[in-house]
């Protein structure tokens, strides 16, 4: 079973200042993980995966993913905060092991940055 | 450069009219999925194919089903849409092959709303 837990429903930050999201995980085999963010009325957008290798993982938009194993956790960084990064941030995790294809998604964190 | 297309992005209906969404695709991807998501709630899978084959989730009303006539195309038919159906509907797709860590690529979506 797999498993994702974004414990904060909202996350406020102020323009400029660093950003943390915060994501933990549960699977059986080693993880696969996945940062998504969604704009009002707009689909999903892929952000950065962690497959292997390096823990910190630097994806679009200036985000980055530090992998940490002993803490099953994901988190979502930044360093300087913009307003337009306001969004809904949904983790997703998947296991590796062969056969199993469908990711199980966090209920998603809401960033608002102010100005 | 649209990858994943959702027509329409909007879809009026009525209480018991029978409504399709269509979802097409550029990127050849063998794996289609339709996802529903409410009100900034994480995406809930509906069902997914597998190249031709149809994976339906345990708790997906039978008042939802798919087609997916070719690689490109797959659309999600409501028979008897109730208030509770609205939502955003989320076309994603993803190829799948051994060995390879397939991402999800999202369409836009399309709200529905249910009079």
């Known amino acids: 079973a797999q498993s994702v837990a974004q414990p904060e429903d909202q996350v406020n930050v102020a323009e400029g200042n660093p950003l943390t999201v915060k994501c933990t995980y549960s699977v059986s085999g080693n993880p696969y993980l996945f940062w998504y963010v969604q704009y009002p009325n707009r689909g999903l957008q892929f952000l950065l995966k962690?497959?292997?290798?390096?823990?910190l993982v630097k994806g679009s938009y200036g985000f980055e993913a530090e992998f940490n194993k002993s803490q099953t956790s994901f988190h979502l960084k930044k360093p300087s905060a913009l307003v337009s990064d306001s969004a809904l941030y949904f983790c997703a995790v998947r296991d590796s092991r062969v056969g199993s294809y469908i990711p199980t998604f966090g209920r998603g964190t809401s960033l608002i940055v102010h100005p | 450069d649209a990858m994943v297309i959702q027509n329409p992005r909007y879809q009026v209906t009525q209480f018991g009219k029978p409504v399709t969404l269509s979802c097409s695709q550029t990127l050849n991807h063998n794996v289609m999925y339709w996802y529903q998501q409410k009100s900034s709630q994480a995406p809930k899978l509906l069902f997914h194919?597998?190249?031709?084959?149809?994976?339906n989730e345990a708790d997906t009303p039978d008042n939802f089903q798919s087609r997916r006539p070719n690689t490109s195309f797959c659309f999600l038919d409501i028979r008897s849409p109730g208030l509770g159906d609205a939502a955003m509907y989320l076309c994603?797709?993803?190829?799948?092959?051994?060995?390879?860590?397939?991402?999800?690529?999202f369409g836009p979506g399309t709200r529905l709303l249910v009079l």
């Open positions: 194919y597998y190249d031709k084959d149809f994976n």
């Open positions: 962690y497959i292997t290798g390096d823990n």
């Open positions: 994603a797709t993803s190829r799948r092959t051994s060995g390879r860590v397939e991402t999800q690529y």
